[in-house]
DNA sequence: ATGGCAAATTGAATTTGA
C-alpha cells in the first residue's frame, strides 16, 4: 500500500501536478495540507474519476486545511480541533485496522519567542497538547503524516548555524517534537528509512529565484509511524522532481511504501 | 537571516506562509 503525503498550497491551484504525480506513482492513500478550500467546494469529482471514492475532508475558507482521499475503503476516524480552533489542521482515519493521522501544524510566525509573538505560542501550545495525546493514545498500527513545519535535525536545513534562531528550527520547537516522537515511541521514517545527505529536504522557499542554485531548503513534511508497522515500511521517499514543474508548491511529496 | 514569490480574498491592496 502506498501513501502520499504533500503540502500542495492550494488543492484548486495544482490539479494537474496532482494528476500527473498519480500518473506516476498511482499512491493508494493521498493526505494534503493547505488545500486552501472549504468543503463544499472541494474538487470531488475530479478525485472520483482517477478512482479515488472515500474522501474525507477538513476544510476552511482561504488557509489551512486538510484532507485525506482513498482508492479502498475507508471511514474518517476524527477532527480533532488542537488549541479549541476549528482551523482544518487534522484529519484521521481508519483503513483496514490502520489509522492514519494527517496534520498541518502552525507555522509560528517570524519571531521565536511565545510571549511576544501569539502564532509561535500557538506552534508550542500544538505541540504540547500533540505530546498530551501521544501519551494517552495506544500508539499502534498508526501513521502520523503531513507538514510538521519543523526541521528537526541539523541536516534538515541548509545551515544549522545560520537558521538556529529561525521558526522551523529553533532549540524550543524541536525539543517538543523530540518529546512528541518519544512519547510514541514514533519511528521517523525519513530519518531511518532514507539515507540522508546533508541536504535533502522537502520545502524551499518561492522567494528564491532558483531553488537549486543555493539549495536553501528545509526538511518540513514528515511521515512518522508507531513501532510495531516500522519492519512493514518498505520504502520512503521524497519526490523533488514536482518542484521543477511549471507553478510548483513550493513543498514536495512524501511517499511510503507499506506491506 | 531576511523575504526577492505565490495564493486567496476582495475588488488594488492586504494577509499569510516559513
Not at 507538514?147 to 532549540?171: C, G, M, R, Y
Request: some cysteine.
Amino acid at each position: 500500500m502506498k501513501l502520499l503525503s504533500w503540502n500542495i498550497n492550494s488543492i484548486r491551484s495544482r490539479l494537474s501536478h496532482i494528476e500527473k504525480l498519480i500518473v506516476e506513482e498511482s499512491p493508494d492513500i493521498l493526505c494534503f495540507q493547505e488545500t486552501k478550500v472549504e468543503n463544499d467546494k472541494f474538487p470531488k469529482k475530479f478525485f472520483c474519476k482517477l478512482g479515488y471514492k472515500f474522501i474525507h475532508l477538513n476544510g476552511i475558507k482561504s488557509y489551512n486545511g486538510v484532507c485525506i482521499i482513498t482508492k479502498q475503503k475507508s471511514e474518517i476516524d476524527k477532527i480533532v480541533n488542537w488549541c479549541d480552533l476549528n482551523d482544518g489542521r487534522h484529519i484521521s482515519i481508519k483503513i483496514n485496522k490502520l489509522n492514519i493521522h494527517n496534520f498541518y501544524i502552525p507555522a509560528g510566525g517570524d519571531e521565536p519567542n511565545p510571549k511576544n509573538n501569539k502564532k509561535f505560542e500557538h506552534k508550542l501550545n500544538f505541540l504540547d497538547e500533540l505530546i498530551n495525546w501521544s501519551k494517552q493514545n495506544k500508539n499502534n498500527k498508526t501513521i502520523l503524516c503531513g507538514d510538521f513545519n519543523i526541521a528537526p535535525n541539523e541536516n534538515d536545513v541548509w545551515s544549522h548555524k545560520q537558521l538556529i534562531n529561525t521558526v522551523s528550527h529553533t532549540p524550543i520547537e524541536i525539543k517538543k517534537l523530540n518529546e512528541l516522537l518519544n512519547t510514541g515511541p514514533w519511528i521517523d521514517l525519513i530519518k531511518e528509512k532514507v539515507f540522508l545527505p546533508s541536504n535533502l529536504f522537502t520545502w524551499w522557499s518561492y522567494r528564491s529565484p532558483d531553488y537549486k542554485k543555493n539549495n536553501r531548503g528545509r526538511r518540513l513534511d514528515h511521515f512518522w509511524c508507531s513501532l510495531d508497522l516500522e519492519s512493514k515500511v518498505k520504502t520512503v521517499r521524497i519526490l523533488q522532481h514536482t518542484r521543477d514543474w511549471k507553478k510548483p508548491s513550493d513543498h514536495v511529496p512524501v511517499l511510503i511504501n507499506l506491506k
